[in-house]
């Protein structure tokens, strides 16, 4: 890889962002959600897995970019049923939403 493409790539990994879901927590904590940017790829895939259905889409994003504190999957497809029929769904559009927005010059100094 070119070395702005390797700089390119540190910096996406930089912009992770953290995302707490009271409604979600255990009562004491929030279920804490980490998210990097979502890339073109992942937007023609998640377009591709919706096949044009909006709230389809908000709900694969969900499950394609929410990760653990350690990276892994937070979600899989199998969760798709609970957010399409009993989750929230202002509050899985916000998480959505929260994803996709940039991460401020202060949060990205703090993850370098």
């Known amino acids: 890889m070119s070395e702005i493409g390797n700089l390119l790539r540190e910096r996406h990994t930089k912009l992770r962002k953290k995302i707490e879901v009271d409604a979600w927590g255990d009562g004491e904590n ?6 990097t940017p979502i890339t073109l790829a992942e937007l023609k895939k998640i377009r591709q897995q919706s096949q044009g259905n909006n709230y389809e889409a908000i ?20 969760d798709k049923i609970f957010f399409l029929e009993q989750a929230d769904s202002e509050l899985v559009s916000e998480i959505y939403n929260q994803m996709n927005t940039s991460v401020g010059f202060e949060e990205a100094a703090k993850n370098s």
Do not use: Q
Not at 30 to 35: D, E, F, K
Not at 62 to 76: H, T
């Open 30 to 35: 929030p279920l804490v959600i980490y998210s």
């Open 59 to 78: 709900v694969y994003g969900v499950i394609l970019k929410a990760e653990k504190e350690d990276g892994s999957k937070m979600f899989d497809l199998e």
